[in-house]
Nanobody, 121 residues
Framework: QVQLVESGGGSVQAGGSLRLSCAAA????????MAWYRQALGKQRELVAT???????NYGESAKGRFTISRDNAKKSVFLQMNSLKPEDTGLYYC???????????????WGQGTQVTVSS
């Protein structure tokens, strides 16, 4: 069973930090790009950051300068280090990964269950 398992969410005060983790589990042949998205209550889901297998990153405007995405290919994991957190960072964070289960399969997108991040003033 292929799935993405997230952890690391929680409640912090403004200016604090959190590190989110997401690990892919199951029979997986390869993983392409991985990413983090978030969705605040009553708002649309937005891209936070992406990272390619070679380590090339891309950040949404709100994350630049404060968040860092990284990955460990051997552990099939992606991380999001969040510093200088603001109340507007509050939301449900989802990890995403494009994966292939076998040589006869194409690429498919998978999503984590979501982990809540709450930042208070």
């Amino acid at each position: 069973q292929v799935q993405l398992v997230e952890s690391g969410g929680g409640s912090v005060q403004a200016g604090g930090s959190l590190r989110l983790s997401c690990a892919a589990a199951g029979h997986i042949l390869s993983i392409n790009a991985m990413a983090w998205y978030r969705q605040a209550l009553g708002k649309q889901r937005e891209l936070v950051a992406t990272i390619t297998p070679s380590g090339t990153t891309n950040y949404g405007e709100s994350a630049k300068g404060r968040f860092t995405i990284s990955r460990d290919n051997a552990k099939k994991s992606v991380f999001l280090q969040m510093n200088s957190l603001k109340p507007e960072d509050t939301g449900l964070y989802y990890c995403n990964a494009r994966m292939k289960m076998s040589l006869i399969d194409g690429w498919s997108d998978f999503w984590g269950q979501g982990t809540q991040v709450t930042v208070s003033s």
